[in-house]
């Protein structure tokens, strides 16, 4: 399991350029005009992660494969997209399909790529799309809520838990906030996300800056990073023009590019690492001679429902986890010094997987 990410924004804002950048493709068609991506572009991108390598390396495998992650390039977005303006009705259908939004914000001035607005304004440019997403969430609720009447009357336990999660997201959102700052309890949860409610889903802002800026920002990525931090969002400073520059180079070169540039590190790397942090994902390995492999969880995944997600049988066959701490298996060679180290634990049905746990689940058939 990996996760999908919906890179949303204005047109003319760098979205298109990011994708081909992150998906290291020319798939997504950049060009400086509004709706330049009709249908949503999607890629799927191994997550960089060296810990990878080094277990592979130790263990002698012959293939190296990544938890993968997906990019929707989702079309432009204007004002009055909430009512069917522009291409607001794909739109609004396609972003419900992913698990986190990207928010691309242009942070950068050229007189050369004309701004839908006439402007350079993140600020305003975040809160024009939060503000199509509440309306578009406000007018489905209340075609959802008259929906529901009939069921509710006649005492559907469902529908009634539908209608109150529904009134309380309604609520917040005629209070000028997104849904995602209803607090939901914890036995509401699995029925809240199966709301899909577009300004429930985390928003990670992407503040994309000219190739000079990319190390530092400027000051229009400041203004976003102050109004994230108010938000208990989070940002990103990526300049697109150079991920993309850098997605057609051998890695040595990349390195070398990256360097010259100030930056310690590919965009890429920081998106992913920010996306696991909003929706608290973590990664636990397996490891053998055939192959080292990467698995996406979210955190606080017990023992049973991280080997389901290699495959149904291993979850409901469960037995036990045999673990080893990702330092103590570098550290100590391999999995037989380990086990021979007494760092090779047998975990139940109740071990909480932690990020780096190099596993091996037993199971019934």
Known sequence: MGFKMGIVGLPNVGKSTLFNALTKTAAAQAANFPFCTIEPNVGEVGVPDARLDKLAEIAGSKNIIPTRMTFVDIAGLVKGASKGEGLGNQ????????????????????????????????VADAATIETELMLADMDSIEK?????????????????????????????LEEGNPA???????EDIKSWKMLQLLTAKPVLYVCNVGEAEAAQGNDHSAKVAE???????????????????????????ALMFLEEMGLSEAGLDRLIRAGYELLHLETYFTVGPKEARAWTIRQGTAAPQAAGV????????????????????????????????????AEGKTYVVKDGDVLHFLFNT
């Open 227 to 253: 109004m994230a931090a108010a938000e208990g969002n989070a940002h990103v400073i990526i300049s697109a023009q150079i991920e993309e520059e850098i997605s057609q180079l051998e890695p040595d070169e």
């Open 310 to 345: 290699i495959h149904g049988d291993f979850e409901r066959g469960f037995i036990r986890a045999e673990t080893i701490a990702f330092d103590d298996f570098v550290s100590l060679g391999g999995e037989q010094p380990a086990k021979e180290a007494g760092k090779m634990r």
């Open 180 to 186: 995602r700052m209803v607090e939901v309890d914890e």
């Open 144 to 172: 959802r809520l008259q929906g529901l009447l009939r069921k509710v009357r006649g005492g559907d336990k469902e529908a009634v838990l539908q209608e109150r999660l529904l009134k309380q997201a309604l609520a917040m």
């Open 91 to 122: 739109f609004l259908a396609n972003i419900r399909e992913v698990d986190a939004i990207a928010h691309v914000l242009r942070c950068f001035e050229d007189g050369d790529v004309t701004h839908v607005e006439g402007r350079v304004d993140p």
